[in-house]
């Protein structure tokens, strides 16, 4: 068997990379390990930027996130009782749009297989080889069988426990955070439009929705928590305390998912290794406040398919040797951001005092100046794809 770009992993990657080869008259294979029930259910973030949205629509994937997405103008951080509104709209011209991560999943899935597209669920233990001109990835099949695909390049698309960044040796960076994110997603419909991100004395909250009738919330947890000390009337009590403010309450009802995430930040550099190219969470991990790590799987891929577009138009090698420093340009942006937003809004688990106040001074100076309240919406939109950054 033989294809052009053999891709690991269906994520918002290795299925959005598909289709962008697609597009230029590429031929792909998808495997990915687990089914496609699984990963079209996978709950995940579900902010789109800016950027991200204006090239979904670009590339035809934006029917139905443009007749369910919620664009959302601004978003707010709440602390001291009060809730203060980043006016995105007014900031930097451009909002967000909220639209789950499995919608995404799904619409990439519909679209490729609509187009004849290769993708191959439940397989397992896939090898690669030849990484240095002639890469092959072996792997079984769901029928038990040993099967080998050769290819000209293989993407590394299959997320931080994936196989390819084990290929070879990265440079690694990594920061674990001292708490974790418990999740729920609850059948009540939201009582605000958008995003509230809440700093309170017992730890961060955060807000969100997936639908008008779809809540979805966050409380900061010690990473070791067991979600079996967190009955439903414990979190929504916790919920209410964090994120009061005036006039505002909260809808409460069935749970439909609860979830302990933690928390890290990572990238491994370079992103390339031969023929071998790791895009989105294979290469770099972001804690989810601010919701980037889905936008940065979607930079990093349309990096790589042009650069793969010229290479395989006989352009040569320029954009493919560009790709990493490239896309580590955004990661690093996205990176910074992420930790900014998250020690700005955690609480540190042994509650210094001085920690507690740099927080409080940096969130009034956020919501008090226009310059800081531009930086962050101009983060959190997302900066432009090749610029910015
Ligand atoms: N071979 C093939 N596929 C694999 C392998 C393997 N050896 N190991 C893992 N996978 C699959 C996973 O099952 C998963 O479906 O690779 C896929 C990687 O998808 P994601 O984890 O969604 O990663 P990515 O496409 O980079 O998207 C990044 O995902 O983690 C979230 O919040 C993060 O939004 C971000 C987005
Ligand atoms: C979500 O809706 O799941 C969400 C929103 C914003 C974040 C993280 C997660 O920063």
């Known amino acids: 068997m033989r294809t052009q770009v053999g891709i690991l992993g269906a994520g918002p990657a ?23 029930e ?41 602390f001291e009782g009060v809730d203060h509104r980043i006016d995105f709209i007014d900031l930097v011209g451009r909002g967000i749009t909220v639209y789950g991560q499995q919608e995404v999943v799904k619409d990439l899935i519909a ?11 439940e397989v397992s233990d896939v090898a ?21 695909l050769r290819c000209d390049v293989v993407a590394g698309c299959d997320g931080f426990h994936g196989i390819s960044r084990a290929a070879y040796r990265p440079e690694v960076f990594d920061r674990e955070y001292p708490y974790a994110w418990l999740g729920i997603l609850a059948k009540a419909a939201p009582t605000r439009h958008e995003l509230a991100y809440a700093s309170h004395d017992n730890g961060f909250a955060l807000y969100s929705m997936r639908s008008p009738e779809i809540t979805r919330l966050y409380l900061q947890v010690p ?20 994120l009061a403010a005036d006039g505002f ?12 995430t933690g928390m890290r930040s990572f990238v491994a550099e370079p992103m390339r290794h031969g023929r071998l190219f790791l895009a989105g969470d294979a290469a770099h991990i972001v804690p989810p406040t601010g919701a980037k790590g889905m936008n940065l799987a979607i930079a990093d891929v349309r990096v790589l398919a042009e650069a793969l577009t010229a290479w395989f138009a006989g352009g040569g090698e320029t954009g493919l040797d560009a790709y990493s420093d490239t ?29 507690r106040r740099l927080q409080l001074s940096q969130l009034r100076y956020t919501v008090a100046s226009r310059a800081a309240a531009t930086s962050l919406a101009e983060n959190y939109t997302g900066l432009p794809h090749g610029g910015g950054c």
Request: proline residues 6%; glycine residues 10%; aromatic residues 6%.
């Open 111 to 121: 679209a490729r297989l609509a187009a004849g597209g290769d993708l191959r669920f």
């Open 249 to 260: 309450t909260l809808n409460e009802g069935p749970v439909l998912e609860k979830g302990v």
């Open 128 to 148: 690669l080889s030849g990484l240095a001109d002639a890469p092959v990835i072996s792997y079984t099949g769901p029928d038990g069988a040993r099967h080998e």
């Open 327 to 355: 896309c580590l340009r955004r990661v690093w942006r996205a990176e910074h951001f992420s930790w900014w937003m998250t020690s700005m809004l955690h609480n540190s688990p042994d509650g210094d005092p001085f920690t």
């Open 223 to 242: 990473p070791d928590t067991d979600v079996a000390d967190w009955p439903d009337s414990r979190i929504w009590d916790e919920l209410g305390t964090r």
């Open 14 to 36: 290795g299925l959005l990379l598909s289709h962008l080869l697609a597009r230029a008259g590429i031929d792909s294979v998808v495997l990915e390990v687990r089914s496609r």
């Open 38 to 78: 699984y990963v079209q259910h996978r709950v995940r973030a579900g902010v789109l930027e800016h950027p991200t949205v204006e090239l979904l629509r670009e590339v035809g994937l934006a029917d139905r996130l443009d007749r369910e997405g919620m664009p959302h103008e601004g978003v707010s951080l709440r």
